[in-house]
Structure formats: structure tokens, C-alpha cells
């Protein structure tokens, strides 16, 4: 069975710090691009970080580029999400997100936020106070 289980969200002032992390199991960590998105209320869900199966290729949204920093660790099968300097803007919930094919790239993953024959956690909130 999939599971893929975000953690680490909360509520930080602006420009403060929080690492978010994902847990996967049942399916080859190590094979598949990930991600994590983003959605708040009443918008659409937007790409906040992708990276490759073994992380050395990653791409970033334009908000956040310079900021988050996305990492793996594929022995742990877990997925980071550094966040620095954090804004009101960045408050929403957090998704993770697998590829569920070896040949969907990280760029692809990230270029279609919308596309949901991926596996997805659950979500974690993260709350940005100005």
C-alpha cells in the first residue's frame, strides 16, 4: 500500500524558518521524481519545488526561488522542504507529491501541478503570521 505523509507544517512568524518533510513507502523511492505544491482556499494548486529521482536536477516556482530549498534523502525514502525567510503569501496547505512513472522528469512533475495520476500525501498546513 502507497503512503506518502507530510509533516513538519505550523505557524511561524514572517521571515522565520520551517522544514517540511514527506515519508513515503510502498512503492521504489528511489526510482521517481517529487515534489511539493502548494493550494490555498479557493485557488488553484501551484508547484513549489521539484527534483529528480536522485536529486541532482531540481526546479523551483519563481515566488519561492532563492527562499525553499527541496532535498531527498532516498535511503530514508523522506523529501525536504527547507523553507527561509518565509512571507504571509507562503501560508497554505502543503502537498507532496511522486511521480508514478520512472519517465515523468522532475521539470514535467512541476510543469503540471494540476495533474493528479500522481501519489499525494495528505497535506500539511503552513501558517505565515506578518
Known amino acids: 500500500q502507497v503512503q506518502v505523509v507530510e509533516s513538519g507544517g505550523g505557524v511561524v512568524q514572517a521571515g522565520g524558518s520551517l522544514r517540511l518533510s514527506c515519508t513515503a513507502s510502498?512503492?521504489?523511492?528511489?526510482?521517481?521524481?517529487m515534489g511539493w505544491f502548494r493550494q490555498i482556499p479557493g485557488k488553484k494548486r501551484e508547484a513549489v519545488a521539484c527534483?529528480?529521482?536522485?536529486?541532482?536536477?531540481?526546479f523551483y516556482g519563481d515566488s519561492v526561488q532563492g527562499r525553499f530549498t527541496i532535498s531527498r534523502d532516498n535511503a530514508k525514502k523522506t523529501l525536504y522542504l527547507q523553507m527561509n525567510n518565509l512571507k504571509p503569501e507562503d501560508t497554505a496547505e502543503y502537498y507532496c507529491a511522486a511521480s508514478r512513472d520512472v519517465l515523468r522528469t522532475a521539470y514535467k512533475l512541476c510543469s503540471e501541478p494540476l495533474y493528479e495520476d500522481n501519489y499525494w500525501g495528505q497535506g500539511t498546513q503552513v501558517t505565515v503570521s506578518a
Open positions: 527534483t529528480s529521482w536522485n536529486g541532482a536536477n531540481s
Open positions: 510502498g512503492f521504489n523511492f528511489d526510482d521517481f521524481a
